[in-house]
């Protein structure tokens, strides 16, 4: 399957109009510390594509989907540089909440998508524990945190340095050549 089939198949799913219209907003760009860096509205547009593509190839559920998509819009809006960064995962979650772009209420979607941006920006083998979550399904929430690293991961041919050993799925290594052609289609 070539890249632009990859991009008609989320249009086709209604992904494109449920998710990536909220990154053409007028206020998008005022989340972002620098909305035309390497951390703003581009790479956010970028990893939220990945991560649709990434839903679709691994036949998530319209529920872990809207994880990894508002995941993908708000995981960087904390950042204050461009920097290594272990923080700024915690500072988006808060910025999302104070901005009232997504929903404090403690239940399990949310629990997984805090989960997910939190620990987004931390190394594999350091996460948070699970147990300062309401998360059940913690199989779940881990699935879809790897998954959504990978997404993130994959924009890094932005600053070539995709290293493609650390992506943790197979798919994941198969969309390469899309986030390749994102980076140049995404203006």
Request: glycine share 4%; hydrophobic share 35%; aromatic share 10%.
């Amino acid at each position: 399957m070539n890249n632009k089939e990859i991009l008609d198949i989320l249009r086709e799913k209604g992904y494109m109009q449920k998710y990536y219209n909220k990154t053409l907003q007028e206020q998008f760009s005022s989340y972002f510390f620098k909305p035309y860096g390497i951390h703003g509205i581009l790479h956010a547009k970028r990893v939220l594509l990945l991560s649709l593509a990434l839903s679709h190839f691994n036949n998530l559920s319209e529920a872990n989907t809207a994880i990894l998509a508002t995941a993908s819009l708000y995981h960087d809006i904390g950042r204050t540089n461009d920097g290594v960064c272990f923080e700024h995962g915690k500072d988006s979650i808060q910025k999302a909440l104070d901005l009232g772009l997504i929903n404090g209420d403690i239940n399990e979607e949310n629990e997984i998508l805090r989960y997910v941006i939190i620990n987004h920006c931390l190394p594999d083998d350091q996460p948070e524990s699970l147990d300062k979550y309401s998360i059940t399904n913690r199989e779940r929430a881990i699935e879809l945190l790897k998954l959504f690293k990978d997404s993130d991961g994959l924009d890094r041919v932005r600053i070539n340095d995709l290293n493609v050993e650390y992506l943790r799925f197979p798919v994941s290594k198969n969309l390469v050549s899309f986030a390749k052609y994102l980076l140049k289609e995404i203006k």
